[in-house]
T-cell receptor
Framework: DAGVTQSPTHLIKTRGQQVTLRCSPK?????VSWYQQALGQGPQFIFQ???????QRGNFPDRFSGHQFPNYSSELNVNALLLGDSALYLC????????????FGPGTRLTVL | AQKITQTQPGMFVQEKEAVTLDCTYD???????LFWYKQPSSGEMIFLIY??????QNATEGRYSLNFQKARKSANLVISASQLGDSAMYFC?????????????FGRGTSLIVHP
C-alpha cells in the first residue's frame, strides 16, 4: 500500500520563476492538503482540495494555486517566486472514514535564489 | 495570539525513560481536536495521537498518551520508555470546529533527543 508520494524531492529556482509541485495521495484517500514549512517553524496550511475543487484556503496570496485531478492527485503552483517562498512543501491526504488522520508525504524542498 | 504554544524548543531524555512534551492551546470554539505529530530528519510528518474536545478519557496509542487538561487548555504528549528512534521534532496541532474539514494550526515544535 503506497503512502503519499511527492515530486520532486528538491528544487532550486530563481526569483520571479514559476514552480509546480506534485502529490499523489495514499490509496483510498480523496482529500489533499498542502502545507508550507519554513525552517524552524511548524507547517502552515495553504489549501485543501476535495472532488477537484479548492475547499478551504489558508492565508496565502493568489500566487499560490493548485489543482486536483480525477485520480485525486494534486499539483501546487507558485508564480513569481520570492526568496521567502523557500521552504519544505508538504502534501497530506485523508479519507472520509478517518478524516482526523492525515498522512503526509516526504515533502519537496524548494530553494529560491 | 498564538493558537498553539510549545514552550520547549529542545528536550533531552535518557533511553527507556518517560518524557513529557508540553502544549497549550487557545480557542473559544467548544468543538476542537488536538493532534501530535512526529517529524524525523527525513521531513515526513507522522501522525501520533488525536484527542477530541468532548472525549472523556485521555487518548493513548501504544507508548504515546495525551494528558488532556481542558480547564488549563493543555494537551501534553507523554512518551513512555523512550527509544533512540524517538529522536525527532514533535508538533502539537489543533483543528477548530466540528465536521470533516481538517485545517490544523501547528505549533513551532519541540526537538527531542534521546540519549543511549
Amino acid at each position: 500500500d503506497a503512502g503519499v508520494t511527492q515530486s520532486p524531492t528538491h528544487l532550486i529556482k530563481t526569483r520571479g520563476q514559476q514552480v509546480t509541485l506534485r502529490c499523489s495521495p495514499k490509496s483510498g484517500h480523496d482529500t489533499v492538503s498542502w502545507y508550507q514549512q519554513a525552517l524552524g517553524q511548524g507547517p502552515q496550511f495553504i489549501f485543501q482540495y476535495y472532488e477537484e475543487e479548492e475547499r478551504q484556503r489558508g492565508n496565502f496570496p493568489d500566487r499560490f494555486s493548485g489543482h486536483q485531478f480525477p485520480n485525486y492527485s494534486s499539483e501546487l503552483n507558485v508564480n513569481a517566486l520570492l526568496l521567502g517562498d523557500s521552504a519544505l512543501y508538504l502534501c497530506a491526504s485523508s479519507g472520509r472514514d478517518r478524516y482526523n488522520e492525515q498522512f503526509f508525504g516526504p515533502g519537496t524542498r524548494l530553494t529560491v535564489l | 495570539a498564538q493558537k498553539i504554544t510549545q514552550t520547549q524548543p529542545g528536550m533531552f531524555v535518557q533511553e527507556k525513560e518517560a518524557v513529557t512534551l508540553d502544549c497549550t492551546y487557545d480557542t473559544s470554539d467548544p468543538s476542537y481536536g488536538l493532534f501530535w505529530y512526529k517529524q524525523p530528519s527525513s521531513g515526513e510528518m507522522i501522525f501520533l495521537i488525536y484527542q477530541g474536545s468532548y472525549d472523556q478519557q485521555n487518548a493513548t496509542e501504544g507508548r504515546y498518551s495525551l494528558n488532556f487538561q481542558k480547564a488549563r487548555k493543555s494537551a501534553n504528549l507523554v512518551i513512555s520508555a523512550s527509544q533512540l528512534g524517538d529522536s525527532a521534532m514533535y508538533f502539537c496541532a489543533m483543528r477548530e470546529g466540528a465536521g470533516g474539514s481538517y485545517i490544523p494550526t501547528f505549533g513551532r515544535g519541540t526537538s527531542l533527543i534521546v540519549h543511549p
